[in-house]
């Protein structure tokens, strides 16, 4: 990793050491990605089947996995693998069941009842990344909050051919429909429907390049679905000071740079002697990867800045937004008031980001590229959405529909004025 003094850096120099890797060219991208998604409205599942053979290699002639693969896959896994995915379960269903709001009901004037009330989103549709790592804990962390906020249809997508410990983990949440499809073409048969793909409400999951531009242009159609959030690829930020232990935030580091090559990683440090030390983590850990060529690709593009303190840290990783933050310093619940970007945090030397990805209980689905400074961490909120209520009686109507009145009149809405006045010259005549 690349390092670099932070006050001795123009502002400009500063932004530019904290700007994410190119992505593939935008325009180049949403043209592709935009063929993809006309083929399977026109199409159906004749383009979804023909892009599974170019994309994924697979000839098929129905996607929906049969019922027999979700016996296959118990019994091909091991019951200590199955006791520690019902152990994160479990963690995680706490987490989010404790994310239950109660009903609100305000009378904010005699006679004038206000409520807000939540429902679930009817049908959303999970979409788990194939490539080299089976991603069930992602599984776990969209089934999860989806069947407590009462969804009632649940569907899971993920590439040819899928991982029985996917296949278990959407079992375990009572997933009973899963589509053999990925990429692009998978989300806009989840967006839009085909003959075999039931659409769905929302879409949620991460995915490379294609499947976030499929995700957004899907979203923008007028009869698409909605998605969960804006993404890009994974990174992590550690704040550390002399007190941490170098290797714990080598192997942070080296827990996102493996994610892909276009991963991010950063540690801001106050000491020059831990991020050398670190550098040295980093290369010891590193040879003994299995994705160690991945995880030096994304060493290339990642940076250890050196800070005057940790006040200026905070400073530097609330510029950066970043997806994951992990905390390694002498007091870390002392920064964490003026944190304010970031998609989760990980506060201490025994809390390490892997915690989160899989069993902690908190959601690993989180807002990357910068995303953190407007947009939360999944949770339960994003399978329902909230609707206001109001009821007004013979009083409040009295009492307020004057005011309401003159209102409308100052702004120049003749029917909304006539839709009060009329119920107060009725008031007025039967009294």
Same mark, same amino acid.
């Given at each position: 990793m690349r390092t670099v003094v932070w006050n001795e850096l123009t502002t400009e120099k500063q %932004?530019?050491?904290?700007?994410?890797?190119?992505?593939?060219? %935008?325009?180049? !991208?949403e043209s592709r990605v935009r063929a993809i998604g006309e083929a399977i409205e026109t199409e159906g599942d004749a383009a979804l089947l023909r892009f599974t053979a170019q994309f994924d290699g697979t000839e098929l002639t129905e996607v929906l996995l049969p019922p027999s693969a979700f016996a296959a896959a118990e019994q091909n896994l091991s019951d200590e693998?199955?006791?520690?995915?019902?152990n994160a379960y479990d963690n995680i269903y706490?987490?989010?069941k404790a994310q239950q709001t109660p009903p609100i009901t305000v009378e904010t004037q005699k006679g004038v009842v206000c409520e807000v009330v939540t429902r679930p989103i009817e049908k959303v549709g999970l979409y788990i990344p194939g490539g080299t790592a089976p991603l069930f804990s992602t599984v776990l962390m969209l089934a999860i909050p989806a069947q407590i906020a009462g969804c009632q249809r649940i569907v899971l997508a993920s590439p040819p051919t899928i991982a029985d410990e996917i296949i278990y983990a959407a079992k375990l949440c009572g997933i009973d429909t899963i589509y053999t499809m990925g990429g692009a073409q998978a989300t806009f048969a989840l967006g839009l429907g085909t003959e075999q793909v039931e659409k769905v409400d929302k879409i949620f999951g991460p995915g490379n390049s294609y499947v976030t531009e499929a995700k957004r242009q899907v979203s923008q159609r007028v009869n698409g679905a909605a998605i969960d959030m804006p993404a890009g690829p994974s990174e992590v930020l550690v704040i550390a000071d002399d007190s941490a232990d170098p290797d714990f935030v080598a192997s942070d580091l080296l827990s996102q740079a493996e994610h892909g090559a276009d991963s991010q990683v950063i540690l801001v440090t106050t000491s020059q002697e831990m991020a050398e030390?670190?550098?040295?983590?980093l290369d010891y850990w590193l040879a003994r990867l299995s994705r160690k060529d991945v995880a030096t690709e994304s060493l290339r593009h990642s940076t250890t800045i050196i800070v005057d303190d940790l006040t200026e840290a905070v400073r530097v990783s609330n510029q950066y937004a970043p997806e994951h933050l992990i905390l390694q @310093?002498? %007091?870390?619940?002392?920064l964490l008031p003026s944190i304010q970007h970031a998609g989760s945090v990980f506060v201490g030397q025994y809390s390490p980001e892997s915690m989160g990805d899989y069993a902690s209980g908190t959601?690993?689905? !989180?807002? @990357?590229?910068?995303?953190?400074?407007t947009v939360s961490s999944l949770g339960? %909120?994003?399978f329902s959405k909230?609707? @206001?209520?109001q009821e007004i009686s013979e009083e409040g109507l009295k009492a307020l529909g004057p005011i309401v009145s003159l209102l409308a009149e100052k702004e120049l809405l003749d029917a909304h004025k006539l839709a009060v006045d009329l119920r107060l010259e009725k008031v007025k005549e039967r009294a």
């Open positions: %932004a530019e050491i904290l700007q994410r890797p190119v992505q593939m060219s %935008a325009e180049s !991208l693998f199955k006791a520690a995915l019902k706490q987490f989010h030390r670190v550098n040295a983590a @310093t002498q %007091a870390p619940r002392d959601n690993h689905v !989180l807002p @990357t590229y910068g995303y953190a400074k339960l %909120a994003d909230r609707m @206001t209520i």
